[in-house]
């Protein structure tokens, strides 16, 4: 079995906690200029159990620093998933957190807990639960703000029942009392649950008279005959009236195209009211298998959200965090040719590359990412079978998990320049096509050493490569106290 010793390295940019395990995000929220990241956590090793909310902050979703334990494990309850709001409440800012109670006797159940110091430290709501159906999947509260053409104001909470693939919503005007709306669903493929729903607005092509609401979920296959490739993200399009959620189609659209981007969900009161999603960087299917320590599990790149129409349907649009383009932008391109040699670059394995070319005069594009380990990444764009294939093999990932090798495929818009954005902190990659029409997020085993990046095209064409590599140096791990006075 691989170790993380010989096989990868702490992502630089993406955040990861010091020790132990984690995975969902949770109660991610924008306040007093500070971006907050709680997460599922386990305070005590780096396997899954005694659910808490771990957290960091952020100034700029690109340095993170951890804190201690917000919402820690009882005897006899875990705290599961949940969503924050930021309020003001007899004209006092504070933070409401709502989160699944998972109780020894399999019951689950909302819970609310409160923050006056900026979310640093929680008090419990001696009422809890807030919110009980008696059920032993009831899950993953996400509370959201809602506003009629009327101007009337109402916050509406959703979770899932998720063994019946359902989305419950429900109404409160004061975040205490609940009121029982509507459900959606079941719809799609049984043998799946349903988890960490959201629910937000968008503008289609940016025009504020034409808003669609997205709903978002996330789908883990069960039973003896489960999926081999685990579990993803998947949305719908559609219409919210502060009571239903009318879908436009009945058909699940992937968010990633990867394997490994999951439990999504987005900042509350993120600035200009833009919609930053931020997911879980591994896959149900073989998250305890993969080596890395003292930490396991890691967060993905937040991204920025939109709709536009493509072949007349409104499409999710992702783009990555303005660090990003700026960390690009300061960086010359490069002219090259990837045909008869191919060329080759060296990565610090912590890296941005973003290439632009023409499909119809470079026919079919390889690159390839190789590090110190018997594991390969291929990405190969072809404009004439209208594909991007993403792989990713090698025995030592074979080792791994028998489901670990796998080859992700996205189909390509027509016509037009091309462009691939890939991010690669250690073992992250998340490859953006195009204008963020599709992501593909998938973890790798590059190894601990530089990655060489080889570019092949079929025919002698120009692409343009811009590339930088991000110092491990600039991430921040320890745990530490903010000033938390005003």
């Not at 305070?43 to 808490?52: F, L, V, Y």
């Not at 952020?58 to 949940?82: K, N």
């Not at 019951?107 to 006056?116: D, F, L, N, Y």
Request: contains cysteine.
């Amino acid at each position: 079995m691989p170790t993380s010793k010989g096989q990868v390295s702490r992502p630089a940019f993406h955040f990861t906690p010091q020790r132990n395990w984690m995975n969902d995000p949770n109660g991610l929220v924008y306040h007093r200029g500070v971006w907050h990241l709680y997460f599922q956590y386990n305070p005590e090793n780096a396997d899954w159990g005694n659910m808490s909310w771990g957290h960091a902050t952020s100034p700029d979703l690109q340095h993170w620093t951890e804190h201690p334990v917000a919402l820690r494990y009882r005897e006899g309850e875990q705290i599961f998933s949940g969503s924050i709001v930021a309020s003001t409440v007899n004209g006092t800012e504070q933070l409401t957190a709502y989160y699944t109670s998972a109780y020894g006797d399999h019951r689950q159940a909302q819970s609310t807990a409160t923050s006056h110091d900026g979310g640093f430290t929680w008090q419990l709501n001696p009422n809890n639960p807030v919110l009980d159906r008696g059920t032993s999947a009831f899950r993953d509260p996400k509370v959201i703000r809602y506003t009629n053409r009327n101007g009337d104001f109402q916050w509406i909470l959703l979770a899932v029942e998720a063994d019946d693939r359902q989305v419950l919503f429900y109404a409160s005007s004061d975040l205490r009392s609940w009121e029982y709306l509507s459900t959606f669903g079941p719809i799609g493929d049984e043998g799946l649950v349903w988890e960490c729903p959201d629910l937000f607005p968008l503008a289609v092509d940016g025009d504020p008279e034409c808003i669609r609401w997205v709903l978002v979920l996330s789908t883990n296959p069960v039973g003896h005959d489960a999926d081999a490739d685990g579990s993803s993200m998947s949305y719908f399009v559609g219409q919210f009236d502060g009571v239903s959620f009318i879908a436009e189609t009945q058909e699940l659209t992937r968010v990633d195209h990867g394997r490994d981007f999951y439990a999504g969900v987005t900042f509350d009161s993120a600035p200009g009211g833009e919609v930053i999603l931020l997911g879980w960087m591994s896959n149900w299917r073989y998250a305890t298998a993969f080596p890395t320590a003292p930490w396991r599990g890691a967060m993905s790149i937040p991204r920025r959200l939109s709709l536009r129409v493509l072949d007349g349907t409104p499409r999710l649009m992702q783009e990555p965090p303005a660090f990003v383009s700026e960390h690009l932008a300061k960086a010359v391109p490069a002219t090259v040719f990837g045909a008869d040699p191919p060329f080759s670059l060296s990565l610090s394995g912590h890296s941005l590359i973003d290439l632009r070319w023409d499909p119809a005069t470079s026919g079919v594009l390889r690159l390839r990412l190789q590090g110190d380990t018997d594991s390969k990444v291929e990405i190969i764009h072809s404009s004439t079978s209208q594909t991007l294939h993403i792989t990713r093999s090698g025995p030592v990932l074979e080792a791994l998990h028998p489901d670990f090798a796998s080859r992700s495929t996205v189909e390509l818009a027509t016509g037009g320049a091309a462009r691939l954005l890939l991010i690669l902190d250690g073992p992250l990659l998340e490859v953006f096509v195009g204008n963020g029409e599709s992501t593909v997020s998938n973890l790798v085993v590059p190894g601990r050493s530089a990655v060489t990046a080889t570019l092949e095209t079929e025919r002698h064409t120009p692409v343009t490569v811009t590339s930088v590599d991000l110092a491990q140096s600039e991430r921040i791990t320890t745990p530490a106290a903010l000033d938390h006075s005003d």
